[in-house]
């Protein structure tokens, strides 16, 4: 079945480690995002991508690092845990900016 | 600049009362108006669109929002609250950005919904 696919669903971690959070979408979509999303701060957007090769960064993209070599694949790597990186992490796709997003179910992320 | 604004963090409706979740954007250019419906455990779908046209837009499960551009408005509604329309509701907004040049895509806080026996 076509969809969007967040890998693992939960996580738990130590501060100073690298993780890396997976997302694959079978609709060809040209734009995928990542976000976080934590209790009194609604949805934040991490980074997003509008094609293969093109990431650029949202309004929390500090200690993130994205990358999208393949159409249907973005990985999101935090590159050394922080406890403030703690939340519940989504992944989203979408055939343009005007149009509807599609999300993943998420992924849970515990650092400890 | 853009944003979107939804008003009340929590609302509690009865079962078979009006839901009504409001929200407000702010826009450069025509908008185009989305409400998303996030279940625990889940990621957000998408409820309706507004892009062109008919002002009055239905979506799934009796939900429907009505753009108004004299009051940048696009308030979500159904007329009779069911226990399993409990969740979170998100309004978003894609406009242009003169800074940029290009679309971005605004998601609202969200208002969570309690449906109360």
């Known amino acids: 079945d076509a969809g969007i696919t967040q890998s693992p669903r939960y996580k738990i971690t130590e501060t100073g480690r690298q993780v890396t959070l997976m997302c694959h979408q079978t609709w060809s979509h040209s734009y995928m995002f990542w976000y976080r999303q934590d209790l009194g701060h609604g949805l934040r957007l991490i980074y997003y991508?509008?094609?293969?090769?093109?990431?650029d960064k949202g309004e929390v993209p500090d200690g993130y690092v994205v990358s999208r070599s393949k159409t249907e694949n973005f990985p999101l790597t935090l590159e050394s845990a922080t406890r403030s990186q703690t939340s519940v992490y989504f992944c989203?796709?979408?055939?343009?900016?005007?149009?509807?997003?599609?999300f993943g179910d998420g992924t849970r992320l515990s650092i400890l | 600049a853009q944003s979107v604004t939804q008003l009340g963090s929590h609302v509690s409706v009865s079962e078979g009362a009006l839901v009504l979740l409001r929200c407000n954007y702010s826009?450069?250019?025509?908008?185009?108006l989305f409400w998303y419906v996030q279940y625990p455990n889940q990621g957000l779908q998408l409820l309706l669109k507004y892009t062109t046209g008919a002002t009055l837009v239905k979506g799934i499960n009796g939900f429907e929002a009505e753009f108004k551009k004299s009051e940048t408005s696009f308030h979500l509604t159904k007329p009779s609250a069911h226990m399993s329309d409990a969740a979170e509701y998100f309004c978003?907004?894609?406009?242009?950005?003169?800074?940029?040049?290009?679309?971005?895509?605004?998601f609202g806080t969200g208002t969570r919904l309690k449906v109360l026996a």
């Open positions: 978003a907004v894609s406009d242009l950005s003169r800074t940029s040049g290009t679309y971005k895509y605004i």
């Open positions: 991508s509008a094609a293969a090769d093109i990431t």
């Open positions: 826009s450069s250019v025509p908008p185009y």
């Open positions: 989203a796709s979408s055939e343009s900016n005007r149009q509807p997003q599609h």
